[in-house]
């Protein structure tokens, strides 16, 4: 471990291939281009209007006056669509060389061989690799790609697709309506329970290109799955914008769990939506960490519509050197005997800044409903920043509401105490980082939080690993 | 338990001659400057506007402490401001509210520390009681902080009696109402114990602020 050398972090996983599309429209945004989308990926009619008319909502609506600082982005230096290759792959050997060797330095095939029900790695803005397990099948559980699942499913498409974040909610939701590619579709019929996590791998890998995934999940009544999405991506000069727009349905005493890793480099607006529906006696969990990225704006939410409905919001935002993570969560009580749960744990080093941004809202009828919000925030250094805002309107008095939030740096004691035991300053740091964001990492698959545990060791040491 | 309020005495009285009592009043100007030490405690009651106090000076002790009664008809509007320019300084604010009708209560708190202000400590509290329900309740307590050598925390809880207290009460032989009045005593009574406790045991005062609350 190097020690008194603060290095800067080398990022792991940031080598990147020859660029390889075969298509890609040209840079900006016009009509034109969002209707060239659209034909190209041969969709259906209806389809191609939806986005010409998120087109012309992203052009009214303003960027968000709060939050991040997003005056960099330029919207026509954008490449909005690359096809990376022709046709699906279904088998590993038929990959180009490039791209599997970009997937065998993530991982990916070992991860599947271990205990993937199936992977759906996205390379640039298509999935060009899935499996599917024979079991799924048989349920009659769908994992594919959103471009596929148009085709191949329009009806389902068509009932859900942006009834819980219309193009109308937000500048960033308008834009991914009209430009989207990718993303997961995941059905899960009525009972079935998906025992093994899916995962999805996104990647960015063209200079100055955005990725706008779409991903839309249905969870039928009783059903359960847990769905995993983590994000590597190499390092470019230029800024590139990741903007996704995620809707989940979670039926009658239905269980849905949605785990995020997002580590993009460091050059990367990550501007997504996330919201799920929980109908009765559904559970709806988002456990969201955020690493990597320049700017993050993301507040998972819940909208807890049925009886008995419960949300969760497990959080870990980590911001490093010119890095604004701007998370946080909302949660919407429309009726009785609602709960809601947020834990988020944040740090800030070399000079970095996090903000918890929430909100939480008690609507009328909403009675018996509990709401607990914790936020703890450590400062490593002092050029770092730590703000909370989290807001709370409550329209119904027969409820419990509690917040909480503290804003601290490494208890001295304890750093004092693993030094004296033989730690190097650098490992009790690691340690005591670990052991701050342990309420959420333990809710993660053990591959995932030891990846993240490493990180934040290597992010704290300042050194590579 | 004795020896330890004698020994506390001498200090108290010392202590209350540098302390400064502020009320909160409508139509007065908003902005505070803490510019020496010493112990200062503001006092909000059922004010709508802006309360914001800044700290310039090491060892100050600011106490912020406010009690809303709401009932019908009334809209109360609060933005407190609770920031640190300069470090070695103590900020504490506590908001009770209580709420009958369809009363309003929309507060939005702010606790800021400069990035110089290191070593300070800043906390911030709201605890709203929502009787009716009709009510509505809006709470933002936020937290920019630019140092990190600080300690600051807020906390905000909004809910209806405990129904297990009301329900010890009653099984005492307590009627539901007075029941109620008592628990909602000690939940604007806790505000009071705090004041005395940093200093404010000026029965004149007390009694006046009493007054004005009931």
């Known amino acids: 471990m190097n020690q008194s050398n603060d290095l800067q972090f080398d990022y792991k996983y940031g080598f990147s291939m020859p660029d390889t599309s075969i298509f890609q429209t040209k840079r900006g945004i016009s009509p034109e281009i969002v209707y060239q989308i659209s034909k190209i990926k041969n969709e259906p009619e209806w389809m191609t209007a939806k986005r010409l008319r998120a087109y012309e909502i992203f052009l009214t609506k303003k960027m968000p006056s709060w939050g991040a600082d997003l005056s960099k982005i330029d919207f026509d230096d954008i490449v909005y669509f690359i096809r990376a290759t022709d046709k699906q792959q279904n088998s590993w050997e038929d990959l180009p060389a490039e791209i599997k ?241 947020i834990v988020s744990k944040s740090i800030s080093k070399h000079g970095g800044r996090t903000s918890y941004r929430g909100l939480v809202q008690v609507m009328p009828g909403a009675t018996n409903s509990s709401v607990f919000v914790s936020c703890d925030a450590l400062l490593m250094d002092e050029n770092s920043r730590s703000d909370t805002y989290p807001t709370m309107k409550i329209k119904e008095n027969q409820v419990e509401v509690q917040h909480e939030a503290t804003v601290e740096k490494l208890g001295e004691e304890k750093l004092f105490y693993l030094t004296s035991r033989g730690i190097s300053k650098n490992d009790a740091e690691g340690i005591l980082v670990n052991g701050f964001i342990e309420p959420v990492t333990r809710e993660i698959p053990l591959e995932y939080s030891i990846e993240l545990n490493r990180l934040m060791q290597l992010e704290m040491s300042g050194s590579v690993g | 338990m004795l020896a330890e309020a004698k020994g506390r005495s001498p200090e108290r009285s010392r202590r209350n001659k540098h302390m400064k009592f502020i009320q909160i009043k409508q139509g007065k100007k908003s902005k505070h400057v803490v510019n020496t030490p010493g112990e200062y405690i503001f006092f909000i009651h059922n004010y709508s506007g802006e309360v914001d106090i800044e700290i310039k000076s090491q060892e100050a002790k600011v106490f912020i402490y406010g009690i809303y009664v709401g009932k019908k008809g009334d809209n109360f509007t609060l933005n407190t401001i609770q920031h640190h320019k300069i470090g070695n300084s103590i900020s504490d604010l506590l908001i009770k509210g209580v709420f009958f009708d369809d009363a309003k209560f929309i507060y939005d708190g702010l606790i800021k520390i400069d990035k110089k202000a290191q070593k300070s400590n800043a906390y911030q509290k709201n605890q709203n009681l929502m009787l009716s329900k009709d009510v509505f309740v809006s709470s933002k307590p936020n937290l920019e902080i630019l140092a990190n050598d600080v300690r600051c925390t807020h906390g905000s809880t909004t809910g209806q009696l405990d129904q297990t207290q009301v329900y010890y009460l009653k099984t005492r032989g307590l009627t539901e109402d007075t029941a109620q009045k008592l628990l909602i005593e000690g939940f604007v009574g806790d505000v009071f114990n705090k004041m005395e406790e940093n200093g404010v045991d000026d029965p004149v005062i007390l009694e006046r602020i009493r007054q004005s609350t009931t």
């Open chain 1, 101 to 341: 060797e970009t997937y065998d330095r993530i991982g990916v095939p070992e991860a599947e061989k271990k205990f993937l029900a199936g992977v759906s790695a996205q390379y640039e803005s298509e999935v060009v690799y899935e499996s599917i397990t024979k079991e799924l099948t048989k349920d009659g559980v769908i994992f594919c790609d959103m471009d596929t699942a148009l085709l191949k499913y329009p009806e389902i498409v068509k009932e859900y697709f942006g009834t819980l974040i219309p193009a109308t909610d937000n500048k960033f939701a308008a834009l991914n309506s009209a430009v989207w590619s990718g993303g997961s579709f995941v059905y899960v019929p009525k009972g079935v329970q998906v025992k093994l996590p899916l995962q999805a791998y996104f990647r960015i890998n063209a200079e100055r290109f955005g990725q706008f995934e779409r991903t839309l999940i249905i969870a039928e009544e009783g059903s359960i799955v847990h769905y995993i999405e983590g994000c590597t991506a190499p390092i470019y000069v230029t800024d590139s914008l990741h903007s996704a727009v995620v809707e989940i349905f979670v039926k009658k005493n239905a269980r849905v769990r949605y785990t995020t890793v997002q580590n993009w480099s460091n050059n990367v607006y990550n501007l997504v939506t996330k919201r799920a529906k929980a109908e009765e006696n559904a559970v709806m969990e988002w456990i969201d960490c955020n690493i990597g990225s320049k700017v993050t704006m993301k507040y998972p939410s819940v909208y807890l519509m049925g009886e008995g409905a419960k949300g969760e919001v497990l959080s870990i935002a980590y911001a490093g050197a010119d890095q604004h993570q701007d998370a946080g969560a909302k949660m919407i009580h429309f009726a009785p005997n609602t709960s809601s749960r």
